[in-house]
C-alpha cells in the first residue's frame, strides 16, 4: 500500500481522499493542518496532526500531496516538504511555473525526493495534449478553451464590488470560435471572440445595480476583454441553482500534412467535469502513484507531466498493460 | 540532425518522408526497399538502397522506421532490425502485441538500441488516452469508436467477393451510442450499436447486385456483426468521389467520484483526419526523436508510446515546454 499524506485541508484534500478510495493499492494515512486538529473531521478517517509536527510522522508517509493554494502556500510549502518527502502539487500559475519547478527540484534533490508540480488538468492533462499535438502535427496551431465552469477567481472579484453580496461567475466558450478552429482554418481569435462571461450576483438591498453591472464589466484583467452578461438573482436562488463547481474545456490541435500541404487533420480533448476539484485531485492521485515509482527505482528531482511515462499512473504491469490497452 | 532510415517504401514512408520535412532536426538519409532501387523516386530525394544491403549502410541512420505491414512484414522485421539500429514500428495487430513486444524487446537489448513498437494513433494516442483516461477516472468505463473512415481492410474483402471489380467500405461510429456514452450512463453497448458500415461497390457488367449485396452483410467477421448498407456506382463515381484515406474516432471515457460517487466527468479525445496514413507517420516521425533520444542516454530494449515521456517527442528543452506549454 502506498500510505498518502495530506498537506492542507480543504477542497483538494477531500477529493484526494475520495479518489483514494476508488485505488486499492493506495491509503491516506493521515492529514496536516494549520487548525486546531481536534476540529477537522477526514472524510476517510485517517489521522490529523498540526502541521509543524510532520517531521516525526516520517515513516506514515510514502507521498505528501500538497493541497494548499498557488498564491502564497505552494511557493513555500513545496519546496519545504520536497526536502524531506516525495511530494505532488496543483501548483498552477502557470507564468510562476518556471521558477517553482527550479525551487522543488533544488529541494528534491537536496532530499533524495521526487516532486511533481503542476498536476491537475491545465496545467496538468491539457498541457499533455498541447504538447502531444504539438509534436505530432507540427505545421499546426493548438487552442485552447475553459468552460462551461465556474472560475473562483472571477467570482471572487465580484464579491469585493461594492454592494455585492455574493457571486458565481460562468467562463463559457464561444461556440462559433470553437467550430472556426475546429474547420482547420487555424484562425487568430482575439479574447473576445473565444469566452463569453456570465455573471449571478446576489446585490444588497437597496444597491444600485446599475452601478455594479458597470463596475463588473470594466474590471480591468477580469472582465473588460470579454463580452460579460450579469444577471441579478436572489441568495436562494444562486444556492439552489449554482452550488456546483463544475468546469471543463477543450484543447484543439490542427495542422497540415502532406507533399503541397492538401490535408488537415484534427486533434481534439475535452473535459466535461461535474466537480473541478475531485477530478484535480483524480489526476493529482493517479500522479501520486508515479511519484512512489519513481522514489522507489531511485530517481529524485522535480517532474512534471511532461517528463513522467504514462505507464506509471498505472498500478497494472506493463504486460498487463500492452495486453488490455495498447 | 537526426538520420532518418525508411525500410519500405508505401503510404507511411512517404508520409514520414513529407512529416520529416517539418521537422528541422530530422532529415531522411535513405530508403531500403526489395523491388530494384532504380524504379524507386523518393518524395525526399533520399538515396535508394537494396533492403539486403542495409548493414553496409548503419553510418547513415541513427533511427530506422519500419514502413513494412503488420501481417508479415513486421513480425520479421521488426526484431531483426533492432539488432542492429534504433527502429520505430506501427504494428497493430492488437492481440499479437505482447509476442511482437518481446521478440522486439529481446532483439534490441542484444543490440544495445531502443525498438519502439506500434506507434500510430490506435495502436497509439487512442492507446495513450485509453490509459490516462483508466488511471484518472478508476471508477468509470472507456469506450473507444471508429470513424468516419475507410476501412482498408474491409474494402479488401469487399473486393475479393465475386462480381466485385472495387469497393470502399466506410466505417461510422453511430451518433446516438457517441450520445450515451458521453451521458455517463456507462452503457453497455454491442457491436452493432456502436459502428455501421456503408459500402461503395463497383460490380462487374451484368453481375447479380443482390447475390453481391447478400454475400458482403452476411460475411463473418467483417460484416455480419453489423448493419451494414451498400451502394453499387460506377468506377468513375468511386475514383471521383471515394479517392481519400479519411479516418478518425473518439476514446471516451466517464467516471464517477466524490463520497457518494455523486459527480459525473467525461473525457474525450478525438481524430479528425484527411489522411489515415499520413497522420499515422507523424506520430512515427514524434516517436522517432524519442528513440534517439533515448538511445542517445543510453537506454535500450522495446518501448511503446506508455513507456515514454512525453517530453521525449518534442525538439524543445524542458526549460522551453515548461515556459511555453505546461
Known amino acids: 500500500m502506498i500510505k498518502i499524506g495530506l498537506y492542507g485541508y480543504g477542497n483538494i ?15 491516506v494515512t493521515c492529514v496536516f493542518t494549520r487548525r486546531d486538529p481536534s476540529t477537522v473531521t477526514t472524510i476517510s478517517g485517517a489521522a490529523v496532526y498540526k502541521a509543524d509536527s510532520i517531521l516525526s510522522h516520517k515513516d506514515e508517509i510514502d507521498v505528501l500531496i500538497m493541497c494548499g493554494g498557488s498564491a502564497t502556500d505552494l511557493p513555500e510549502q513545496t519546496p519545504a516538504m520536497a526536502k524531506h518527502f516525495n511530494v505532488v502539487d496543483s501548483f498552477d500559475t502557470h507564468k510562476n511555473i518556471p521558477m517553482h519547478f527550479e525551487n522543488v527540484d533544488k529541494a528534491a534533490r537536496e532530499g533524495g525526493n521526487v516532486g511533481v508540480i503542476s498536476v491537475g488538468w491545465d496545467p496538468g492533462m491539457f498541457s499533455l495534449n498541447r504538447l502531444y499535438g504539438s509534436c505530432i502535427l507540427t505545421d499546426g496551431a493548438d487552442y485552447t478553451f475553459w468552460g462551461k465552469g465556474v472560475s473562483q477567481g472571477h467570482s471572487d472579484a465580484i464579491r469585493r464590488v461594492e454592494g455585492v453580496l455574493d457571486a ?20 487568430q481569435l482575439t479574447t473576445r471572440q473565444k ?9 444588497k438591498e437597496g444597491a444600485d445595480l446599475a452601478r455594479i453591472e458597470k463596475d463588473i464589466v470594466t474590471m480591468k484583467n477580469y472582465f473588460d476583454e470579454y463580452d460579460t452578461t450579469v444577471h441579478f438573482i436572489s441568495q436562494e436562488e444562486l444556492d439552489r441553482d449554482h452550488k456546483g463547481i463544475p468546469h471543463g474545456g477543450f484543447v484543439i490541435r490542427t495542422g497540415k500534412t502532406g507533399a503541397n500541404l492538401e490535408h488537415n487533420h484534427v486533434i481534439e480533448y475535452s473535459l466535461k467535469l461535474d466537480s473541478n476539484p475531485e477530478f484535480t485531485s483524480c489526476v493529482i492521485t493517479a500522479y501520486a502513484r508515479a511519484a512512489y515509482r519513481m522514489a522507489q527505482e531511485g530517481m529524485s528531482g522535480c517532474k512534471t507531466v511532461f517528463d513522467i511515462p504514462p505507464a506509471y499512473l498505472s498500478s497494472k504491469s506493463g504486460e498487463e498493460l500492452r495486453k488490455e490497452m495498447l
Chains 1, 2 share one sequence.
Open 13 to 27: 484534500a477531500r477529493g484526494v481522499e475520495c479518489a483514494v478510495k476508488q485505488n486499492s493499492d493506495m491509503v
Open 168 to 187: 458565481r461567475q460562468y467562463t463559457i466558450p464561444v461556440e462559433e470560435a470553437l467550430d472556426a478552429v475546429r474547420s482547420g482554418s487555424q484562425p
Open 195 to 203: 469566452h463569453t462571461r456570465e455573471c449571478f450576483v446576489v446585490a
